[in-house]
């Protein structure tokens, strides 16, 4: 498989002016090669511990709202391989909090990658939909997800937005990343000499075309929700609910 962006001419660059819409990831592909969709799922740790920034969203929005109860429980919705949900629970033992990190993914091929990995105390996987905890009448102290917005449609993102704000008790964070030629030329750079035998460096580019500017972003969000740009590539959507513990530093 080439390692240039299967979406994009070799040698061109993209288009950044719109999103990519119509671009489909190839580990979002339901017939997909399952050897590179697993190796996929391995590697994320890696890419997300240098590209989401969730180390410092946890730190400045998720422990403040945990830590002014003691700890308290978590929902990652598109949890993918599961490794978010697992450093969320890391993070908030280290700081002595209890907490039950759930997450969730329709994609039974996700739920089986993360389910069978080892995770840290109170940590734990469904395949469910974001909708699907709503009919159960499930809360939980914080709701987020990780480049996840992306991937959706008009009505699926406005969907998991409701959702979101109907499961979390106290905040909801959405991170995802920002549209733009410094995140799609660092990343095709970054990655281009690591990643073979995996989808991480094709479906990074496609996701990069497929998210929204900062601008966008902020058009895109439903009233009682703040959009923020953490740099240098992030856009967060924050939600929190009225009287709820507000974020720290």
């Known amino acids: 498989m080439s390692l240039l962006d299967a979406d994009t001419p070799p040698f061109l ?8 819409v119509d671009a489909v990831e190839q580990m979002d592909r339901p017939d997909c090669d399952p050897v590179q969709l697993e190796r996929t799922y391995a590697q994320f740790p890696l890419i997300n511990s240098v590209v989401s920034g ?3 969203n946890y730190r400045r929005y998720v422990r ?11 929902l990652d919705i598109g949890a993918g391989g599961g490794d978010l949900a697992r450093a969320l629970a890391r993070w908030a033992r280290r700081d002595g909090l209890a ?11 996700a739920h089986a990658y993360a389910s069978t990995r080892p995770a840290p105390e ?4 469904r395949a469910a939909l974001s909708s699907d905890l709503v ?16 991937h959706l449609d008009d009505a699926a993102f406005q969907g998991i937005l409701a959702d979101s704000e109907k499961l979390a008790g106290s905040l909801a964070l959405h991170s995802d990343i920002e549209r733009s030629p410094w995140a799609y030329g660092l990343f095709s750079a970054g990655t281009l000499p690591f990643f073979h035998g995996s989808f991480i460096r094709q479906d ?3 996701s990069i075309r497929r998210s929204y500017t900062a601008e966008e972003f902020s058009a895109a969000a439903p009233a009682g929700w703040e959009a923020l740009q953490a740099r240098p590539w992030q856009n967060l959507l924050l939600y929190r609910r009225s009287g709820s513990a ?3 530093q």
């Open 54 to 56: 969730w180390r410092r």
């Open 64 to 74: 403040p709202v945990l830590a002014a109860q003691g700890g308290g429980t978590v």
């Open 135 to 150: 009919a159960e009448g499930a809360v939980f102290d914080v709701v987020v997800s990780n480049h996840v917005l992306h």
């Open 204 to 206: 990074g580019l496609t």
């Open 99 to 109: 907490v039950q990190v759930t997450g969730i993914d329709p994609d039974p091929r």
């Open 246 to 248: 507000g974020g720290g």
């Open 122 to 125: 109170g940590c734990s996987f």
């Open 13 to 20: 660059p993209p288009d950044l002016s719109r999103r990519a």
